[in-house]
Every structure is written in structure tokens, then in C-alpha cells.
Antibody, heavy 119, light 110 residues
């Protein structure tokens, strides 16, 4: 059973940094493209970032580019999201999601971790 | 990267059919056959229901179907059941390794 488990969500103040993790199991993590998608309270989903299966390339939404960094450790089956200079509008549940390379859709999602940015 | 446009809410009675629209632009929905739909029950993670505009993953009921015309994609649910009550999100590949979602539609089964 494919499993994605996010962790690291907490309450932080504007301007702070935070790192999220997503632990993957029951599939060959190193063969899949991985994404972060977020959902602000009461709002729709927003795509955040993607990283290729080997970690060689990353792409970001305009709203987070230059502040967030997506990375992965295939030896640990773990995806990361480093978030710097956090803003109120970054408050959201952050989901990691799996994409079979080249399919352009998200076939498995984690349960999400809540990040609250508030002074 | 403007969000795709979905109706905020739709409703239907058990057994009826409903359709949710998802309108993008010629840069996303209109350019790629890469629209996907996700069902999200309250407090839960999204679940893939339709991919590549019209295809159903294994295990998804054939009551769910997708279509696309120009810059607008649609999700139709036939034979509504109470368990279909959820939020539905469309998503399109938008080129340059970016994706765009709609604002989500709340389906109420009366």
C-alpha cells in the first residue's frame, strides 16, 4: 500500500523558516516525480513545487519561487520542502503527492501537515 | 498562473446527474490533454478520479466521467450517491513544468 506521510507543520511567525518532510513507503521512491501542493483554509488546492525522480531539476510556483526549496533524499525515501521568509499567505495544509514520471497527474497524496504563519 | 475557474458549489438529488465545469485558457486546459480531477472529502486528502481529461483510474466508479471542449473541461457524476458529497478540484498541466488548479467545487447531495 503506497504511503506518503508528511510532518513538520507548526505555528511560526512571519519571516521565519520551516522545513517539511514527506516519508514515502511501499513503492520505489527513486523512480517517481514528487510534488508539494498546498491548501489554504477554506480554499482550493495550489500547486507549489516539483522535483524530478533523481533530484536533478526543480520547478516552483511564482508565489514561492526564491523562498521555498524542494529536495529529496532517495536513500531515505524522503521528500523535503524548505520554506524561508514565510508570510501570512503561506498558511495552509501542505500535501506531498506522487506523479508517475511523465503522466502529469497526482496518483497518491499524503494526509497533509498544517503550517500556520501568524504573529 | 491564474487559477482555473470552477463553480463554487453545485447540488443534486440522489440518482441525478451533475456536471462541474473547469475553465482555463489556451495556455493550460486548451493546450494540453492533461486535465485531472480530484475528490476531497472533508478533512481528507484529495483522491484522483479522472486523468488525461477522460480516463478513470482503476477502482473509480464508472459513474464518474470527464470531457473537454476547447479551454473548458468538465466532470460529470451520474447516479448521485450520498457519498459523492465532497469538494472536487480540477487541475491542468500549464507548461514549463508547472500545474494550475481550480478553486474547487463543493458538491451537495440533497
Amino acid at each position: 500500500q503506497v504511503q506518503l506521510v508528511e510532518s513538520g507543520g507548526v505555528v511560526v511567525q512571519p519571516g521565519w523558516s520551516l522545513s517539511l518532510s514527506c516519508a514515502a513507503s511501499a513503492f520505489t521512491f527513486s523512480s517517481y516525480v514528487m510534488h508539494w501542493v498546498r491548501q489554504a483554509p477554506g480554499k482550493g488546492l495550489e500547486w507549489v513545487a516539483v522535483i524530478l525522480y533523481d533530484g536533478s531539476t526543480q520547478y516552483y510556483a511564482h508565489s514561492v519561487k526564491g523562498r521555498f526549496t524542494i529536495s529529496r533524499d532517495n536513500s531515505k525515501n524522503t521528500l523535503y520542502l524548505q520554506m524561508n521568509s514565510l508570510r501570512d499567505e503561506d498558511t495552509a495544509v501542505y500535501y506531498c503527492a506522487r506523479e508517475t514520471t511523465g503522466t502529469y497527474y497526482f496518483d497518491y497524496w499524503g494526509q497533509g501537515t498544517l503550517v500556520t504563519v501568524s504573529s | 498562473q491564474s487559477a482555473l475557474t470552477q463553480p463554487a458549489s453545485v447540488s443534486g438529488s440522489p440518482g441525478q446527474s451533475i456536471t462541474i465545469s473547469c475553465t482555463g485558457t489556451s495556455s493550460d486546459v486548451g493546450s494540453y490533454n492533461r486535465v485531472s480531477w480530484y475528490q476531497q472529502h472533508a478533512g481528507k486528502a484529495p483522491k484522483l478520479m479522472i486523468y488525461e481529461g477522460t480516463k478513470r483510474p482503476s477502482g473509480v466508479s464508472n459513474r464518474f466521467s470527464g470531457s473537454k471542449s476547447g479551454n473548458t473541461a468538465s466532470l460529470t457524476i451520474s447516479g448521485l450517491q450520498t457519498d459523492d458529497e465532497a469538494d472536487y478540484h480540477c487541475c491542468s498541466y500549464a507548461g514549463s513544468s508547472t500545474w494550475v488548479f481550480g478553486g474547487g467545487t463543493k458538491l451537495t447531495v440533497l
